[in-house]
């Protein structure tokens, strides 16, 4: 038994070997940038039996245009670099949390891969060419680095160019040269991970906050009437606060019910509570009799097709993964049809920049498990009003041992209203209103226009 665990040891030990020695044959791959026409592999037995990988990585270096120029179709399909230096990366999609200049450190997985790329390029510029040497005894440091770009093919790999200077040291014979390093770093091979199936047939529990809002709410039981009530698998839980309107609300329901068949739906009223969105979800979720419900947290102001409801099902798994789709949230329709007919709120629904923007900076619509949601603790039910408790949420959730899926969606639509802030409110909370309530407003494009129409108006007023 002892000498067979011997064996099997040895046995990996060789394999791992040899798979080390092939990683490290693939970084001594040489290609000659100034006059390519193949990529040529080592002369080393790591190839000589051919190995699929290899060849596979060489077609990858050679489809790739790193090479050489290739036509494009128009301008729009130029795939632009993202430049960096030493401490910053300057990029062209800003998304949640980063900004057009923006610390390397911020991101980690970004900073593990550009310190790598730093470190092989110094490697190169040390130990390659004489030809590429500034003199027999210079050695190039991360002071003589001055800039780098890099810009990936989605299906073939991530191309690098750093550029520098000698200029660490005072023995430099000529510091009127300028070294590029081009490194790239293939893609492997599409790996199956896994595969899985999901339940169509699980219910999905609606829970919606609402006070007043007797419009909105009708707008928002035609959408669940004509997308969620075929589906058979949906109930919804509308938490009222307060007493006006509340009759108007039961009695839409009510005739939801009459028309449809549709029972599976119950209203918690709140009538002496101050409004927090916080408190009418952790009650909604805490009245769910069933075994670890899958739970949809939604607004009213919320459009959404029944494309959603696959993709709630398909992405939260009990005890792996919630998921937060990123809302298209649409612009001011006064703003964004201000010279045509304003069209019925569904054909708004069109994802174009002048429409909307990705309401990247929302967490408010969520998906996950009961089970999930009570073992991160719920939210925070000191919060009063709108806002904050959903970013406090989803905190706790990314700070913990669960997946977040978070991806724009095609599904689901935050729809324009007027936006109060009120003043009353915790700073970081009001300041997020405000925010808020600027960017979704309109477009930059639509916002400017309307200022320099202004403008204009103004100055004719004068003179």
Not at 96 to 117: A, F, H, M, Y
Not at 155 to 176: C, F, M, R
Not at 226 to 231: K, L, R
Not at 437 to 463: C, I
Request: hydrophobic share 35%; aromatic share 12%.
């Amino acid at each position: 038994m002892i000498d067979s665990l011997r064996h099997q040891i040895e046995d990996l030990r060789k394999v791992l070997e040899t798979k080390t020695n092939q990683l490290e044959a693939v970084k001594k791959i040489n290609v000659d940038f100034e006059n390519v026409r193949s990529i040529v592999l080592p002369d080393n037995e790591m190839f000589a039996d051919g190995d699929r990988i290899f060849h596979y990585l060489k077609d990858q270096m050679e489809r790739s245009k790193i090479l050489k120029g290739s036509p494009l179709r128009s301008e729009y399909n130029v795939n632009e670099y993202t430049m960096f230096d030493r401490h910053y990366v300057y990029q062209l999609d800003t998304g949640l949390g980063t900004k057009p200049q923006d610390v390397i450190l911020r991101r980690s997985d970004l900073s593990k891969e550009l310190n790598e790329v730093c470190d092989e390029a110094l490697r190169s510029l040390n130990g390659g060419p004489e030809r590429f040497k500034v003199s027999p005894t210079y050695r190039f440091t991360s002071e003589d680095f001055l800039h780098g770009m890099f810009r990936t093919e989605r299906d073939i790999g991530t191309q690098y160019e750093l550029v520098y200077k000698p200029e660490s040291s005072s023995n430099v014979p000529n510091k009127s040269q300028l070294f590029r390093v081009t490194l790239f770093r293939p893609f492997a091979p599409v790996t199956h991970i896994s595969s899985s199936s999901t339940d169509t047939s699980e219910t999905i529990y609606f829970i919606v906050p609402l006070q007043g809002r007797e419009d909105t709410f009708r707008i928002f039981l035609d959408y669940f009437k004509d997308f969620c009530i075929p589906d058979g698998n949906v109930y919804l839980t509308v938490v009222y606060f307060g007493n006006e309107a509340l009759s108007e609300i039961i009695q839409l329901l009510d005739e939801l019910s009459s028309k449809t068949g549709f029972k599976h739906y119950q209203v918690i009223t709140m009538k002496n509570e101050e409004f927090s969105r916080g408190k009418a979800l952790q009650f909604g979720a805490s009245s769910l009799n069933v075994d670890d419900p899958l739970m949809f947290f939604c607004d009213v102001d919320i459009g959404f097709t029944k494309e959603f409801l696959h993709q709630c099902r398909a992405h939260t798994i009990a005890g792996k993964s919630v998921f937060y789709p990123i809302v298209f949230s649409l612009f001011n329709p006064s703003l964004v049809y201000k010279h045509n007919e304003i069209p019925i709120l569904r054909d708004r629904q069109v994802i174009k920049s002048n429409n909307g923007l990705w309401r990247d900076f929302g967490f408010g619509m969520s998906c996950q498990h009961l089970s999930d949601f009570k073992k991160i603790g719920g939210f925070d039910l000191t919060i009063k009003g709108w806002g904050t408790e959903d970013t406090l949420l989803f905190r706790k959730y990314t700070q913990s041992n669960t997946m977040v899926i978070r991806s724009p969606v095609n599904s689901l639509f935050h729809h324009w209203h007027t936006k109060h802030c009120d003043k009353t409110w915790a700073t970081e909370q009001y300041e997020s209103c405000l925010r808020s309530r600027a960017r979704t407003e309109g477009s930059q494009l639509s916002l400017g226009l309307e200022y320099f129409q202004l403008k204009a108006e103004l100055e004719s007023k004068h003179t």
